[in-house]
T-cell receptor, first 113, second 113 residues
Framework: ETGVTQTPRHLVMGMTNKKSLKCEQH?????MYWYKQSAKKPLELMFV???????ENNSVPSRFSPECPNSSHLFLHLHTLQPEDSALYLC????????????FGPGTRLTVT | GENVEQHPSTLSVQEGDSAVIKCTYS??????FPWYKQELGKGPQLIID?????GEKKDQRIAVTLNKTAKHFSLHITETQPEDSAVYFC????????????FGGGTRLMVKP
């Protein structure tokens, strides 16, 4: 595997379900990001981790819970989501937190029913 | 904080023609301007970037120009090919928020064979 991988690629969940999105980067980077991409809206930054420590939380509702067990893995735990949370969730990484150059994964297409 | 406007939202060109996408930003202190290409079913991929100490950068058929006085930067694609069809995003640093990027709304480019 190379670059940034995300699983699953597609997820359909009910509003009462609990699910998790997984991201793994094979680039040796130290910073990882979660973005939300909705139709007709700019990319929205959700969370940033640097060396497994959360450094940014962009006013994201508590029904989204990130976890970064090590610098290669990033999770987004989901519970009691709303239909408006349906979107493409993108993971990205960069060499270090101060590096603007970000590498994105293919995303997880989430549908909340 | 930074505000990034991107135009046009859709652009259709004939194969072989040139395509130009423009972004404006609000923070005069911004110093890094990347362009991302997002193909269907994939995450955004960095295709070219420019820093504020230069006015133009080229990489084969793509180029980016920066006008710091007017606070705008543009992506130029020459001799367009069908595989250039994708959504293109510009971005700029998010003002005082460290290395975070603010993204434009995206441009859907369609290259007709």
């Amino acid at each position: 595997e190379t670059g940034v991988t995300q699983t699953p690629r597609h997820l359909v969940m009910g509003m009462t379900n609990k699910k998790s999105l997984k991201c793994e980067q094979h680039l040796g980077h130290n910073a990882m990001y979660w973005y939300k991409q909705s139709a007709k809206k700019p990319l929205e930054l959700m969370f940033v981790y640097s060396l497994e420590e959360r450094v940014e939380n962009n006013s994201v509702p508590s029904r989204f819970s990130p976890e970064c067990p090590n610098s290669s893995h990033l999770f987004l735990h989901l519970h009691t989501l709303q239909p408006e949370d349906s979107a493409l969730y993108l993971c990205a990484s960069s060499q270090v937190y101060s590096d603007y150059e970000q590498y994105f994964g293919p995303g997880t297409r989430l549908t909340v029913t | 904080g930074e505000n990034v406007e991107q135009h046009p939202s859709t652009l259709s060109v004939q194969e072989g023609d040139s395509a130009v996408i423009k972004c404006t930003y609000s923070d005069s202190a911004s110093n890094y301007f990347p362009w991302y290409k997002q193909e269907l079913g994939k995450g955004p991929q960095l295709i070219i970037d420019i820093r504020s100490n230069v006015g133009e950068k080229k990489d084969q058929r793509i180029a980016v120009t920066l006008n710091k006085t007017a606070k705008h930067f543009s992506l130029h694609i020459t001799e367009t090919q069908p595989e250039d069809s994708a959504v293109y995003f510009c971005a700029a640093p998010k003002g005082n928020a460290g290395n975070m990027l603010t993204f434009g709304g995206g441009t859907r480019l369609m290259v007709k064979p």
